[in-house]
């Protein structure tokens, strides 16, 4: 890496890649079509600050295979891993017997993660370990998804969401372990239910998903300002994250300590002891 523009200015401590912690993932093709030459210029400025690019909405069964092997190449020119986002769940609705079709099909695109998803189904958590147990046998990363909220990831309603009732956030941490257990080193909190569509917060699932199960095996997603900024104010700068492609830069400066909001500002801080 090129050195710093303003490198006296003070930045704070940040793990190099591949990280463990301090995680950024970013959505790519939905919400924005992403092309290879956006792509790039948002790697080439921001690259080092990215971590996991993730497809939405199973956008990549819209694009031919040349382009989304050529956006996956451009995030592996960058220590980008990629994702699939969480479309097996409608594989498993509409195609149940091309899921393992779906995985294999995956590796030979050069995808890294697998993301598995079930705030739609009703499923045993018996079938979604075996979903991350198949992932990890084609050498994918499988990043199950858990959630407190039924309905969770289609942007619902929030009176639509409450009517259809919460789950006890046990149950998310016992499949979440199960997960863990089963191989996954990564965890997909889904913000529904718990930031987002809700009439309040409930940061209380927050904390017991984060105490059960382990920080570090957690990323958080947070489609907004607001919402990063709590993450960062009670867990510090190198919370794992997902958010909007075009908001890397706003998160990266409030973990970097350069920036922040009315609330924040001045306060993210980080401390290495000298070896």
């Known amino acids: ?28 093709p939905y919400y924005d079509p992403m092309g290879p030459r956006e792509l790039r210029d948002i790697l080439e400025t921001m690259g080092q600050y990215v971590d996991i690019y993730k497809f939405s909405g199973g956008s990549f069964a819209l694009m031919d295979r040349d382009t989304v092997e050529e956006l996956i190449g451009i995030c592996h020119d960058y220590d980008v891993e990629v994702s699939t986002g969480g479309f097996i769940e409608n594989v498993l609705v509409r195609d149940n ?3 393992e079709d779906y995985v294999a099909e995956a590796k030979t695109l050069g995808f890294d993660i697998v993301e598995i998803s079930s705030g739609f189904l009703a499923i045993d958590t018996e079938d979604l370990v075996a979903l991350t147990e198949l992932t990890a046998d084609y050498g994918l990363k499988p990043k199950p998804e858990i959630n407190v909220q039924f309905g969770a990831g289609g942007a619902s309603d929030p009176d639509d969401l409450e009517r259809e009732g919460q789950q006890d956030p046990s149950m998310a941490i016992r499949e979440g372990q199960r997960h863990l257990d089963a191989g996954a080193d990564l965890l997909m909190v889904e913000a529904e239910g718990i930031t ?51 908001q890397i830069v706003e998160l990266e400066c409030m973990r970097s300590g350069l920036w922040g909001k009315t609330t924040s500002w001045g306060r993210a801080t980080t401390f290495r002891r000298e070896e």
């Open 196 to 246: 987002e569509e809700v009439h309040e917060w409930r940061t209380d699932v927050v904390y017991e998903l984060a105490n059960e199960l382990g920080m570090e095996n957690l990323v958080f997603e947070a489609p907004g300002p607001e919402m990063f900024e709590w993450y960062v104010k009670n867990f510090g700068p190198n919370v794992n994250l997902f958010v909007d492609n075009s």
């Open 1 to 28: 890496m090129s050195e710093r523009a303003f490198d006296f200015l003070h930045v704070n401590d940040r793990p190099e890649k591949p990280r463990t912690k301090g995680i950024t993932e970013i959505r790519g």
């Open 97 to 99: 017997d091309k899921v």
